[in-house]
């Protein structure tokens, strides 16, 4: 049974940094490319960061240069580390992994402050 549970979300002021973490279970995780989306009130779920079994990253262009994602195979870990965060990037946080089908944590709240 695959599993995604994050954590590290909250509260913050614009220009301030967030961890995410997302464990995961139930998965080959050192061959899972694994993500990170966003759903803001109101829009659609958006991809935020990527990274491959090889360690190779992919972010949208809105977060390029502020959010870092990253891995660790060790503790079957994904992370987001965000920096210089803006009240446009307030949004539930979710891990997604597609090994054959789609799979979503619960999801983490992120709140930035004006």
């Known amino acids: 049974q695959v599993r995604l549970v994050e954590s590290g979300g909250g509260l913050v002021q614009a220009g301030g940094s967030l961890r995410l973490s997302c464990v995961a279970s139930g998965i080959f995780f050192n061959f899972a490319i694994m993500d990170w989306y966003r759903q803001a009130p109101g829009k659609q779920r958006e991809l935020v960061a990527s990274i491959s079994d090889k360690g190779r990253t992919n972010y949208a262009e809105s977060v390029k240069g502020r959010f870092t994602i990253s891995r660790d195979n060790s503790k079957n870990t994904v992370y987001l580390q965000m920096n210089s965060l803006e009240p446009e990037d307030t949004a539930v946080y979710f891990c997604?992994?597609?090994?054959?089908?789609?799979?979503w944590g619960q999801g983490t709240q992120v709140t930035v402050s004006s």
């Open positions: 997604h992994v597609k090994p054959a089908s789609d799979y």
